[in-house]
């Protein structure tokens, strides 16, 4: 089986290996493996499901010529090199500025999206890949439609946010709930949520103690989505999690204004009442108005705190926070 690809990046001799697994351009080792395993039982000799002899030919040579080639490529240290030449790429066209030539709606779709392209990309891949090896003999077609808007994302993108996001640490058990409540699960961030990179990040850096790298990739997602909720309610734990006091409560109030029931800033207003010991208004977020609190007590109040968390064990991982995202235990 031979397959000439003259779309997207294939036009530019690229290997579009994101394009054949149909996965997105900033996509991590755990989704490479996923998407590959998916693959592999869907076209293999002894699962594939055709018709005939020949497209059971058909789907062994793709697996073995393309896919398999694509895995190897994205799976190992070569991930790396292969983002880089992604990220030239993607720089060069758009310092060239023109409007790149593409045939698939999706991706002159993509074209006119805005600020919205990291959505309107996830929104795209997902429509595309349902059904990209479903029909054997339209792969090679949906292979070129994908590298197109792989194309045109990079464009947009200016081959910047391309870093691999690192998989979620897995969070250790946080302290029980006061007594007659019941324990409310953390939410998982949705899938197709352009921040999720960015929040991926930030656990691990709050895994590893590093608040202010969470803090840095906290700000950067929510310049994608002002009002996400769990985005929020991380900026507002590494805050708290560095006695600043303050900032914590502006960021766990507006989570709880996304989402009420957004676990991790619930348990935060919690702390925060308790080291103030008094209910957390929503006034504490506010400016210099009436009721509100001004920049110089807020200052002030800051140094309090931090100066008393020197002298209180839960200041430095131990009470509710203890177990969250691997701090430290008491």
Same mark, same amino acid.
């Given at each position: ?108 779709? =993509?074209?006119?999206?805005?600020? +919205?392209?990291?959505? /309107?990309? @996830?929104?795209?891949? $997902? %429509?595309?890949? #349902? ?121 766990? =109030?507006?989570?709880?204004?996304? +989402?009420?029931?957004? /676990?991790? @800033?619930?348990?935060? $207003? %919690?702390?925060? #009442? ?40 839960k200041a430095d991982g131990g009470g509710m926070f203890g177990g969250l995202f691997g701090g430290k235990k008491k």
């Amino acid at each position: 089986m031979s397959l000439t690809i003259k779309y997207g990046l294939f036009k530019y001799d690229l290997t579009d290996h994101h394009a054949v697994l149909g996965i997105p351009v900033t996509a991590d080792a755990n989704t490479v493996r996923k998407r590959y395993l998916k693959l592999a039982r869907l076209l293999h000799p002894d699962t594939v499901k055709v018709n005939s002899d020949a497209e059971r030919q058909q789907a062994s040579e793709l697996l073995s010529k393309l896919i398999n080639p694509a895995y190897e490529t994205l799976k190992g240290k070569t991930h790396h090199e292969h983002q880089i030449v992604l990220e030239q790429t993607g720089k060069r066209l758009a310092s060239e500025g023109n409007t790149p030539n593409v045939h698939s709606e999706m991706a002159k779709n =993509l074209l006119k999206a805005g600020g +919205n392209v990291d959505l /309107a990309y @996830a929104q795209a891949l $997902k %429509a595309l890949t #349902e059904n990209q090896y479903k029909s054997i003999a339209a792969c090679e077609q949906a292979i070129g439609e994908l590298s197109e808007v792989n194309l045109v994302y990079l464009m947009l993108k200016a081959g910047q946010g391309l870093r691999q996001a690192p998989p979620a640490p897995k969070a250790a058990p946080s302290a029980p709930p006061p007594s007659g409540q019941k324990a409310k699960p953390v939410a998982a961030p949705e899938e197709a949520s352009p921040v999720l990179a960015y929040v991926r990040r930030a656990q691990e850096y709050i895994g590893k103690n590093n608040f202010a790298k969470a803090v840095l990739e906290l700000r950067d997602g929510l310049k994608l989505d002002p009002k996400n909720s769990t985005c929020h309610g991380l900026l507002g734990m590494a805050y708290l999690k560095q006695n600043q006091v303050s900032m914590a409560k502006v960021h766990i =109030l507006k989570s709880l204004q996304s +989402n009420p029931e957004e /676990a991790i @800033a619930l348990q935060c $207003k %919690a702390v925060i #009442e308790k080291k103030l010991g008094q209910p957390l208004a929503a006034h504490s977020a506010g400016s210099n108005s009436s009721g509100g609190v001004n920049a110089k007590n807020k200052a002030a109040q800051d140094a309090k705190q931090k100066a008393k968390g020197k002298s209180d064990p839960k200041a430095d991982g131990g009470g509710m926070f203890g177990g969250l995202f691997g701090g430290k235990k008491k």
